[in-house]
């Protein structure tokens, strides 16, 4: 048999039949790794491999061993997951993810009593990069019947952005939703690599700041109520990690899944899928049919938050449920500390560039801006912002 490995790719060959676990035995990968598709399905531990099969092995993080039958239904699992002690055949396992982001829509962590994250009268954006998570969450709040059109920021990372850019247009085409798109070398006058080529930070630092401004930039000027983004249980509780080894006091203020505006200059920022774990949501997609982008940002090494995630998936591998316990703890107490605090944002100026919230004169985007252009060549597509 042929057995594709994804991210890192490699192909291996086998002589079959094989079961799922025994294949992975033989190619040495922990089973909670990895989701495994055969003949366009996700298959469990116990399924039988021909020895002509061509399987696929994508890599994900958290999970483990459970029962193989729907909890719901009984028929045979495709997804089981430790954490609820629980499996899912396709059709349950899908209202297992909606129940989870209803549940952050109408009662996440940092809401009032009463309040929602959105409502169906609000606009949303989503903010979609071409992987599993913002896709699948643009897909969720589709089926749930939202108002909710997408946008995908061209980084200029080379093939990369190429395949990001369509595989978020095929999405929207496919649902038959809005996607606004924009390009940070066209609007901006840079692209990732070469803003970080001078901007005397780290890669992801230049690249996080200036999607966070366009997309915020985007929700504000095109009205929208609401931008969302896909970070999920394990992205949250690596940050989180990272935040409290290095006591990173106005990050963990600050860290939640809701974030409220400032006075449409700052739109509200919601994570409906933090509640669910990266390798739900890559099953998700799987079961969905949703085709994402596979391959990790080649830019990705200098990310912290992978340490975090690493460390994160041992515990995870001893104790199920860890992550959430670690999340979920921090935001029941951070709510009660942030009950009796000032409320932030009182003392958010403009920018004396770009009039967006700042506490400084100048934004952070505008100068790392300047910054950068003061650098580069001119490009002839350099725009005025
Ligand atoms: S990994 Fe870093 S450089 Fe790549 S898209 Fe994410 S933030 Fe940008
Ligand atoms: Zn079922
Ligand atoms: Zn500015």
Redesign the pocket.
Known sequence: MIVRMRNPDATHQLSGPLSVGEMLERLDVLPHTVLVIHDGELVTADHELPDDAEVEVRSVISGGAAGSSCVVCRVPAVIEEPRHRAAWCPDHFVEHVQRQVRKAIDHGHGLADGERMFSYDDRLLVAV?GGKDSLALWDVLLDLGYRVDGLYVG?G?GGYSARSGQTCRRFAERRGATLHEVDLAETYGYT?PSGASVAGRS??GV??LS?RYVFNRVAVDQGYDVLLTGHNLDDEAATLLGNLLRWHDDLLARQGPVLSGVDGRQARKCKPLYRLSEREMAAYCVVRGIDYVVE??P??A??SGHEQKAALDVLEAGSPGVKAQLLFGFLDRQERVAASAPSPGADVGSCQRCGMPTTTDVCAFCRQRERILAALPVLPSRAAV
């Open positions: 990069s980084l990372i990732t890669t992801c690249c996080g999607k990790e940002c830019l990705v200098g990310n």
